[in-house]
Structures are given as C-alpha cells and as structure tokens.
C-alpha cells in the first residue's frame, strides 16, 4: 500500500538513503563508466577499425564505376556463372557491388599490400561479411562505403550477406582470393 | 465490529499520512530542485522521449544529411 500513497514528508529529498541503495547505485555508475570508456579505448588498440569515409552515389553511376574497374583490371573468368576475376594494382581502388543476390566481381588480392574498398548496393540493405575475418559493412543503395584492407594472409576468403534481402539471401556469397 | 472494504481501509491510511506530514516540523522550506523533477511526471516524460529524439535521431540525421556527394 505504501507505493500507491503519497510520501510521509512533504520534502522527502534529504531523507538519508540505505546502504544497500548507495552500494546498487555505485555499482551501477562504475560499470556504466566502464563500458563507455571501452568503446573508445578498443578503438585505439583493437585491431579492425572501420572508418566512416562515405560518399552519396546512385546505384546507375556506382555500377558504371564497377563495370569500368572490371573492364579495365579481368585477369580470367571462373565459376559456373564465369564470374570476372579481378587482379587490382597493389594500393589502389577495388570496387564490389552487392545486388540481389550476388557479390560482383570476384577480388583478387596481393597478401601484405593495401587496398581500398569501395561497396554500394544496386537495390536495397545488403550486409558486407568477410568470413572468417570479423569485419561486417553494413551495404545500402546511394551510399559508397570506403574503407582500407591489408589482406595478411593467403588464402579464399568468402564475402557472406548478412542482411536478409530475400529468397536468395543465403545464396549471395561472394570471393576474395589472397595470393602470395 | 463494521468490516472495513477496501476503499475504506485505504481512504484511512491516506488520512493518517495526510495527518501526519501535516504535523512534521522538517516540511518547512523550499522544495528542492531534485525533488521538483522527480515528483513531475511528465517533466520526466518529456525529457525521456527529447534526450534520444535530440541525441540519437537529430544527431543521427545532421550526420547522415552532411555526407558528400560522389
């Protein structure tokens, strides 16, 4: 009953507060410090730090871009669907695009050189996850995410969608290959 | 003896408070600021749904517009 009624004391704010209250409260304080401060400090030593470099672009122009990059840089064709492999220049711009349902072109990459990723979607939310690394962009349309990657070992690695997008959604997987 | 209902048992004890803070000495004085903000409920209201509006949509928006075009 005492809940529904109203305080004993007109001014009950100076009432002094039980040591099981202040010990709660403090707990609580210090995690929450404790976890905001985490959020910055991983960002200073983890070792995958995405950037938020990103330009407006519309799915027409991104594709353009793409198709250029593929035209200009197809070192061979693979796969069922012959998909064009991709060969970039060490250090500089290699593009993806993500369209319902496919991760286009195949990437192949030099190990220990930099490059610099451009993703964008054609239709709608699409999700950038590069298996087994734990690195996952979040891909929508009109947007070109940037970001830098130093590939430091040989290997194929998959692109996994881990946006539902639809009935294909578990078939959209895409490659990077890493060679020596 | 009259059974007491419910209704009755509860305007009792919300006489007995009333009673009561009425005659507390320590009532005297302005109310605390603190106090002024947890007791209004819709104050708290307002500032729960203004602070993550502001916070997370206005911020998020002002972010989201101010991205370059290609």
Not at chain 1, 49 to 77: I, S, W
Not at chain 1, 133 to 157: C, D, M, R, S, W
Request: net charge neutral; charged share 15%; aromatic share 12%.
């Amino acid at each position: 009953m005492s809940s529904l009624l109203p305080p004993t004391k007109k001014i009950w704010w100076n009432e002094p507060i039980h040591k099981s209250e202040l010990l709660w409260i403090s707990l609580v304080f210090v995690w929450g410090l404790v976890m905001t401060f985490m959020m910055p400090y991983w960002h200073v030593v983890g070792k995958q730090n995405l950037g938020t470099e990103t330009y407006q672009t519309t799915p027409k122009a991104f594709q353009t871009t793409v198709q250029a990059f593929v035209d200009k840089y197809t070192v061979r064709n693979e796969g069922p669907r012959n998909y064009p492999v991709v060969a970039p220049p060490a250090g500089g711009d290699v593009y993806m695009l993500a369209r319902l349902w496919d991760w286009w072109p195949i990437i192949e990459l030099k190990k220990g050189e930099t490059y610099r990723f451009h993703l964008s979607s054609l239709d709608w939310q699409h999700g950038f996850s590069l298996q087994p690394a734990n690195i996952n962009i979040q891909v929508v349309p009109n947007y070109e995410h940037v970001f830098t990657l130093t590939p430091n070992a040989a290997g194929e690695y998959s692109v996994i969608c881990n946006e539902y997008c639809g009935i294909g959604h578990h078939l959209m997987i895409g490659k990077i290959l890493v060679v020596d | 003896m009259r059974a007491r209902d419910d209704l009755s048992y509860f305007k009792l004890e919300l006489h007995k408070v009333k009673s009561m803070s009425d005659n507390d000495q320590g009532d005297s004085g302005q109310v605390p600021m603190m106090q002024k903000l947890l007791d209004n409920p819709f104050l708290l209201l307002f500032i729960g749904v203004a602070s993550p509006a502001v916070l997370y949509l206005g911020w998020g928006i002002m972010e989201i517009v101010m991205i370059p075009a290609r």
